[in-house]
């Protein structure tokens, strides 16, 4: 299971406290979403899961272990932008995690029949994702909203415990986003990982979400606004089956 | 009456801004040449274009009396062999340097102050310890072009690799790439592109080198038979060796460039730039 716990995890850059007092547990198959303000510490809070930042206070879990020192294939992330390779094509961009993972450490490429079933694989994904007329343009030729998911099912190759999401869908179109929403959507019903996507669309949040976080300052200093660093103010469960059950409920006589 | 950084020149009117100065040229010294020559008939400072044509000719057809060679395609051959053995050696440590410095802070802690350092020593100040060095051979003046063009081209791809979105290395871990995949997947492959580019940039410098060498110690090559040629006030044959390697640099320049987008087609349409 992939199970996530923060423990009273807090993150400071010398005297700037950005995040104080996190405490939070995700059970594996969440979607949560995290909302804030510019400057709320939203990003920081990513990377602490990334490992791309180490919390000053605190720990983090992931399944019951430490989170690993570094990022590693247990978790995967898409940004809003570089998220996928430039110089490699659609299809090269998705076999890149399994190359990497199954060749050995000196090579980190496989031949022969492992490569067919690897490329097999991959275009499957590339399936999936509605690329597979793509496969073989490189990533400047691709739209936003196909880049986007290139980068979903690139990092989807390789079964990720945890999916991190930094504002995936920010810069896209309302038209693509919808059609990304849904993809993204499906792709975690089918599999059922951990995701957390940080956005500060709103309407965003609840719609994908299973839980929403807001992140901000619980205590504020007007002298000193570095003093304090925010934290979860809000931790919304977001109840799909909320509408419905509103609506069979019987009529007062 | 449009403002004039708004007008811009259609195809012939630009053909014709191009080749006016040219023209202007050539009609110039056409001009001063023919005044010399009608005064004496000997003059050698503004050799006739057809003087010019007969000399090269001599060169490139006739073997040399002494050596039997047919000096200019021997000075050709081993000039490009000079500036090719010298480029390649120092873009290949270059990128060596370079891309470490760029990709891992434990190598660039040393290797970035000291690339700053070492290029900003004038490489032909070091022509005579390398002469010494390397003895009076080709050693010598491969190594001067080598050693001009690498810190210039080494501390270009720093930049270059330091450029590569952190997004990037970070994509490359969760995907199972550790240092040495992330280096030849994905830093390596991106950061060629930008080395032709920087050797393209470089070879100017690299044929500064190569004709200051011959010029100080050689027996053959174009910068040295120009520079012997000076002696003669050998105009005609000056000019025209001069014409030619223009042309070679232009030539090397257009090559790079073709095969840039020939070998990277994603290069310069990367995504979210």
Redesign the interface.
Known sequence: MSELTLKNVGMRYGDTVVLERLNLILDSGTFCAVVGASGAGKSTFLKLLLSELQPTEGSITLGGRPLPQEPGPERGVVYQRYSVFPHLTALENICFGLERTQGNALFGRTWGAKHRVLRTEARDLLEAVGLTAAADRYPGALSGGMQQRLALAQTLALKPELLLLDEPFGALDPGNKQTAHALLKQLWAERGMTVVMVTHDLSEAFTLGTRVLVLDKVREDPHSPERFGASITYDLPVDRSAPLRAASVPPVS | MRRLLNLQPRRPLRLALFLAPVAAMLVTYLAFSDARLAENPQDRLLPAFSTMGDTLLRMAMEPDRRSGDLLFWLDTGVSLQRLALGVCLGALTALMLGVASGLIPLAGASLSPLLAIIAMVPPLAILPILLIAFGVGELAKVMLIAIGVAPFIARELEGRVREL?R??L?????????T??TL???VL??ILPRLFDAVRLSLGAAWLFLIAAEAIASTEGLGYRIFLMRRYLAMDLILPYVAWMTGLAWFLDYALRALNRRL????G????R
């Open positions: 979105p997004e990037q970070i994509k490359a871990q969760t995907l199972g790439a550790g040495w995949l030849w997947y994905v492959p991106q990277f087609p994603w290069y349409a990367e995504a979210g």
